[in-house]
């Protein structure tokens, strides 16, 4: 099993062009989960999905948005980048929320936008 | 909503001696988890210990203890007999149950361990 995994490992963009993450998980779960992880911030949900087809916001979802239309894939977009994005994106995933199941953590893609 | 505190930007121990790190939390909710995360320099986010809110007992992970403290609203964690791959950044989180239910982060302490 590879777990969560996370395409591409790095990049850097120019202000506003556009990019997709990917993230794709073979743990059958269902709920999947995109953070941002900046300095002195802790991790901050950008969006998240309880399922194919489903997608919701979270904390900090301004100028992303996400797809989900695989269960095992859930795609982050940045439409046109600014350097407030400048940041590093982790995807998650696990089986549910109800009883505090774990989730489990891709390694990161860190971004830069200049 | 709820809120995590880790107060501690950073700590520093010896090898082979023991470092509790703190972490409280604010909710109103009575049925919760709580985890600590370690992310070392490579950082992948690597689960360390899983806390449930209604059991008693304190979870223990080999040298990975926490110390819950319902009523004061506090899950510190201990690490025992400390070694160099402990060097890490650790990030205390909280959960309540429900569907849908979010993960809410600290803003993480940067432990270094010393030769």
């Known amino acids: 099993n590879a777990g969560v995994t996370q395409t591409p490992k790095f990049r850097v963009l120019k202000t506003g062009q556009s990019m997709t993450l990917l993230c794709a998980q073979d743990?059958?779960?269902?709920?999947m989960y995109w953070y941002r992880q900046d300095p002195g911030m802790g991790l901050r949900l950008i969006h998240y999905?309880?399922?194919?087809?489903?997608?919701a916001k979270g904390e900090v979802p301004d100028g992303y948005n996400v797809s989900r239309l695989k269960k095992q894939n859930f795609l982050l977009g940045l439409e046109s980048a600014a350097p407030s994005q400048t940041s590093v994106y982790f995807c998650?995933?696990?089986?549910?929320?109800?009883?505090?199941?774990?989730?489990?953590f891709g390694p990161g893609t860190r971004l830069l936008v200049l | 909503a709820q809120t995590v505190t880790q107060s501690q930007p950073e700590m520093s121990v010896q090898e082979a001696e023991t470092v509790t790190l703190s972490c409280t939390y604010d909710?109103?909710?009575?049925?919760?988890?709580l985890f600590w995360y370690k992310q070392p320099p490579s950082r992948q986010m690597i689960l360390v210990i899983r806390?449930?809110?209604?059991?008693?007992q304190n979870a223990t992970e080999n040298r990975f203890s926490v110390n819950f403290q319902k009523a004061a609203k506090s899950f510190s964690l201990k690490i025992s007999d400390s070694q160099l791959g402990d060097t890490a950044m650790y990030f205390c989180?909280?959960?309540?149950?429900?569907?849908?239910?979010?993960?809410?982060f600290g803003k993480g302490i940067t432990l270094s361990v010393r030769p």
């Open positions: 998650a995933s696990s089986r549910d929320s109800l009883r505090g199941e774990t989730q489990y």
């Open positions: 743990m059958n779960h269902e709920y």
């Open positions: 999905s309880v399922g194919e087809g489903t997608t």
């Open positions: 909710t109103s909710e009575n049925n919760y988890y």
């Open positions: 806390q449930e809110a209604y059991k008693q």
């Open positions: 989180a909280f959960i309540p149950t429900g569907a849908n239910s979010k993960l809410t």
